[in-house]
């Protein structure tokens, strides 16, 4: 992901001409591997401002009692990052947003690192640019593969945009959210905003955007689901819609939009589904869409998907479902056509070569 997201931008900056900073958030956890891998790309970094920015971080509480958890196993995972709509107040509080107005850029626009389809857009920057909007979220239209995703509302109270997510609606509600009909849009995380406006709203409210908290159940350790259950305490950083006045939104194509939160998800990026451009903008080959479900007893965990796909997932341009219950080890170059459904109780190997139809 970030080899590509790298080179998405240094195409970007050579087709515009332009010194475009590519700058990530990390957490703890997350930023000595991440700065590891920016080193094959010693030409990303402008000068005068850093590669990255950190997470605050805070405790996890006991699920029972809400006090801060001890683990003596590992210290470290007694802490955890508030969430990615820490995003504003690490911003601030880094430093980084001055930098970023003293150094002369006015809007920035932030996405997940897993969805490799928000690249950089000089289109969409120059609407946002010319809207004069302190905010802005890109959406896309709603299958009915995307009715628990967040989506935008309008307060009634005084005709706000809100960000309204699943955690935030009761279960008689839940009907209307997950109508695709009633909410034809629904919210990226791709976000647009004006950076001195964004500075000044920090300001003016001593660095608290008052985002909605988000209760997130886990264990403390996540790799050991006996260890204590926590919670943690998060925010949306697209829940800050709500924080501006005139903030607005955008329709983008639903290339704009491919997140990778399990592996079934991965193994669609990972397929001759897409090409990788010279701009390294990943394309759709095929029109239809391939349903992937994985058995997550032996594919949910990465090291698990990469050992029984030890030479790359099959081919599924000619597939319209893959379906995998049990513990399979496929081979090099397996074809699957059609829909699929594969099931075993023992381990079995698909030898390669395969083509799986019917």
Not at 55 to 71: F, G, H, I, Y
Not at 225 to 252: C, H, R, W, Y
Request: aromatic fraction near 8%; charge should be negative; include cysteine.
């Amino acid at each position: 992901f970030l080899d590509i997201i790298c080179q998405q931008v240094m195409s970007a900056r050579k087709e515009y001409g332009v010194s475009l900073p590519l700058i990530f958030m990390n957490s703890f956890r997350t930023q000595a591997d991440t700065l590891a891998a920016l080193q094959r790309y010693p030409d990303i970094e402008v000068a005068g401002l850093p590669l990255d920015f950190l997470q605050n971080q805070e405790p996890k509480l006991r699920a029972d009692d809400l006090t801060p958890v001890s683990w003596e196993k590992d210290p470290s995972l007694e802490w955890c990052p508030p969430g990615h709509g820490d995003i504003y107040t690490a911003l601030y509080g880094s430093g980084l947003l001055d930098k970023l107005i003293d150094a002369g850029y006015r809007y920035a626009m932030t996405s997940n690192s897993d969805n490799l389809g928000a690249t950089p857009n000089a289109e969409i920057a120059g609407w946002f640019a010319a809207s004069g909007a302190p905010y802005a979220a890109e959406l896309c239209v709603r299958t009915i593969n995307d009715r628990k995703g967040g989506h935008l509302a309008i307060r009634k109270a005084d005709g706000q945009l809100i960000l309204r997510d699943t955690a935030q609606t009761p279960p008689e509600q839940m009907d209307y959210f997950t109508d695709e009909h009633r909410h034809p849009f629904f919210h990226t995380n791709n976000l647009w905003f004006d950076l001195v406006k964004l500075r000044d709203a920090l300001v003016e409210r001593n660095a608290v955007l008052g985002l909605p908290l988000i209760a997130n159940h886990k264990t403390v350790d996540p790799s050991d689901p006996d260890s204590p259950a926590v919670i943690q305490m998060e925010t949306a950083m697209g829940a800050a819609i709500a924080s501006f006045k005139g903030a607005t939104a955008i329709l983008v194509p639903r290339s704009r939009f491919l997140p990778v939160k399990t592996t079934n998800e991965l193994t669609l990026l990972r397929s001759d589904i897409y090409d990788l451009g010279e701009d390294y903008h990943l394309r759709k080959v095929n029109e239809h869409e391939v349903a992937v479900d994985l058995d997550s007893h032996y594919f949910k965990k990465i090291s698990d998907f990469e050992a029984r796909f030890p030479e790359g997932v099959p081919s599924l341009r000619q597939a319209t479902g893959f379906k995998v219950t049990g513990p399979f080890t496929f081979g090099k170059d397996v074809k699957v056509k059609g829909q699929v459904n594969l099931e075993t109780q023992e381990e079995e190997q698909v030898a390669a070569g395969s083509c799986l139809a019917g």
